[in-house]
């Protein structure tokens, strides 16, 4: 696997940015996420544009490796298997989901001590931080009863709200506005109630949006085959305009859509 610059104008790739690596370079591949692999990112740009991170085998270990104008490496010893990193809105920390005692759990690593600390400390399965567009609080996804669901982590206070309900599951979300994010969620139409027990099999994820202050669910694509990991374009004419991973066919693709008439309006309070 490698890491490769793709151009959302003409879809040419621009560069591989780990080309021809090896045991040479400190570690021996790329690590991407277990059973989880398509439903959290893998990556993370630094704000300011200068820095990729993403983890990496090394050993028996997982390191996270901040590469491009800034080069570095921290080895992670104090938990185990890491994964989905999330710079702060500063880029002086990295937040990530790993196991502390077989718990997962929500750490970030202060990138110029190399102090691991945990923020969520719960028996619940904890993964995929998003920060929010102040820095105040992260967005990240909970396994409760089965299910994975958005919640809300407090980075002052340490105060946790649920934030999506339901027997079905969302996957990572990315703020598409500083009150709304866009995230991969298998659910479907409250309006048109499904057994629960039914709901909870279900494993095709569609795009939909949540507005935090009221509520307010937007489902925008229907496919029957599932669409992930979406991120948010910086379009200069469209500005709600995103990107997510398509399978088709057995294949894997990349779309873009701009984010104008929903397919379904519901409200969180609806499921």
């Known amino acids: 696997l490698d890491v490769v610059l793709l151009s959302t104008k003409d879809r040419t790739v621009v560069r591989n940015l780990t080309p021809g690596f090896s045991k040479d370079t400190g570690f021996e591949y790329i690590a991407v996420p277990g059973a989880r692999w398509n439903t959290v990112p893998w990556m993370a740009w630094a704000p300011g544009g200068d820095r990729?991170?993403?983890f990496v085998r090394t050993e028996k270990q997982r390191s996270l490796i901040l590469q491009n104008v800034v080069t570095g490496k921290y080895y992670l010893d104090t938990v185990d298997v890491p994964e989905s990193p999330e710079f702060?809105?500063?880029?002086r920390k990295v937040y990530f989901?790993?196991?502390?005692n077989a718990i997962?759990?929500?750490f970030e690593i202060d990138l110029e001590t190399a102090e691991v600390r945990n923020l969520t400390s719960d028996a619940f399965a904890d993964y995929a931080p998003t920060v929010s567009p102040d820095g105040s609080?992260?967005?990240?996804l909970a396994r409760i009863s089965g299910n994975d669901k958005l919640f809300r982590l407090d980075l002052a206070s340490g105060n946790k709200t649920q934030l999506t309900f339901g027997t079905h599951d969302e996957a990572t979300a990315q703020f598409l506005a500083p009150d709304t994010?866009?995230?991969p969620s298998t659910g479907l139409d409250p309006a048109a109630p499904v057994d629960p027990e039914v709901v909870k099999n279900a494993q095709i994820y569609n795009i939909w949006t949540l507005d935090l202050k009221t509520g307010a669910l937007k489902q925008y694509t229907d496919a029957l085959t599932g669409n992930v990991s979406?991120?948010?374009l910086k379009d200069p004419v469209d500005e709600q305009k995103i990107a997510f991973v398509t399978y088709y066919k057995g294949e894997y693709g990349i779309s873009t859509l701009a984010l104008k008439e929903p397919l379904l309006a519901a409200n969180t309070s609806d499921f």
């Open 52 to 54: 990729l991170a993403y």
């Open 88 to 91: 702060s809105q500063d880029g």
């Open 97 to 100: 989901s790993a196991l502390r």
């Open 104 to 106: 997962g759990d929500i």
């Open 137 to 140: 609080y992260l967005v990240y």
């Open 181 to 183: 994010i866009v995230f």
């Open 230 to 232: 979406p991120v948010v």
